[in-house]
């Protein structure tokens, strides 16, 4: 079967077994992959990491021990709990300190025809849900995370810091939720999308100072959580989503002496999102870049990250 391959900051395809699956565990053919900015981190050297990527995805159950899945459309949580340890049995296994995660951490990617999931992370589509939508469950769970964490009373201002694909996200996801969203961005093209779910939007020549009890980060920059720092007012709260490889330097004075709390936000669960995964109110389509065949994946990677591109897609 073909397989991307990442290693050295290098984007290949190649010719690998099908995997074997496992008890309790599934086999998958890929559909429709989307590259994200961890994606590109990788690349990049995040986690050292070498092997398939690919953690956004749609595919259908090719093999499974429960037999009603077979020939479903599912999409998949990304990590690999151990089900036994204390924060899997808290419902945490986001946190399994024996965690594998999909197509990250120790265990092969979405990003190749058929690749395996324990049946537990699977959640079956609805069949009137396009796919092209269903793939950015993912994300949008991680956008919904910010939800789960914080308490933001109903109607309050909200800040979101950069206009990629994980920031537009969360800023139609807390927009639809009735919060006064303020998106700060570069690309006027992309904070539209944001403005026609009902988004304030701004290219600032400057960035507000202690303006916002609420920051959430997404540039995905080392810059990003400085400037979020500095927009937040004493006592106020920065949601930190990006994904950098390598150290930030952010001096803790503001911080402390303005009691500003940083909550670190990643991964999300699937049941907050699905509701909102077929809401036009979250303007997916309009995200969509560029779609390319497995086999073009470097072309692909190249793609999605060049300057002001939103979701590349990778079709199975």
């Not at 808290?90 to 324990?118: D, K, M």
């Not at 206009?163 to 800023?171: E, R, T």
């Not at 077929?278 to 779609?291: C, H, K, Q, V, Y």
Request: proline share 5%; net charge negative.
């Amino acid at each position: 079967m073909l397989a991307v391959h990442l290693e050295n900051g290098i984007v290949s395809t190649q010719q690998t077994p099908v995997p074997q699956r496992e008890p309790g565990f599934a086999l998958l053919r890929m559909l429709v992959g989307g590259i994200c900015n961890t994606d590109l981190e990788l690349q990049r050297g995040y986690y050292g990491f070498s092997g398939t990527p690919g953690h956004e995805f749609v595919a259908e159950v090719v093999e499974a021990e429960t037999r009603e899945l077979v020939g479903k459309r599912v999409a998949g949580e990304i990590n690999l709990c151990c089900t036994c340890c204390d924060w899997c049995r808290r419902g945490l296994g986001r946190h399994c300190p024996n965690r594998t995660v999909l197509g990250i951490v120790r265990h092969p990617g979405a990003f190749e025809e058929f690749f395996t999931l324990p049946e537990r992370n699977l959640r079956v589509l609805a069949d009137d849900l396009p796919t092209e939508r269903a793939v950015f469950l993912e994300p949008l769970a991680a956008a919904c995370e910010i939800l789960d964490q914080v308490r933001i009373t109903a109607g309050e201002r909200v800040a979101v810091l950069g206009d990629g694909k994980l920031g537009l996200l969360i800023a139609m996801r807390l927009a639809a939720e009735g919060y006064e969203v303020h998106q700060f961005g570069r690309h006027r093209e992309k904070l539209a999308i944001a403005e026609r779910a009902g988004v304030a939007t701004e290219i600032p020549e400057e960035l507000p100072k202690a303006e916002f009890d609420w920051v959430v980060d997404a540039t995905g920059s080392a810059e990003g959580l400085r400037a979020a720092v500095a927009m937040t007012r004493p006592r106020g709260t920065v949601i930190m989503k990006s994904t950098v490889h390598g150290g930030v330097t952010l001096d803790m004075a503001p911080v402390i002496v303005n009691e500003i709390s940083l909550v670190g936000s990643r991964c999300g669960r699937f049941e907050a999102a699905m509701p909102w995964i077929g809401n036009p109110a979250i303007r997916l389509e309009e995200m969509l870049s560029d779609r390319f065949a497995l086999a073009k994946a470097p072309t692909a990677f190249a793609r999605a990250a060049e300057r002001g591109v939103l979701k590349v897609l990778l079709m199975g």
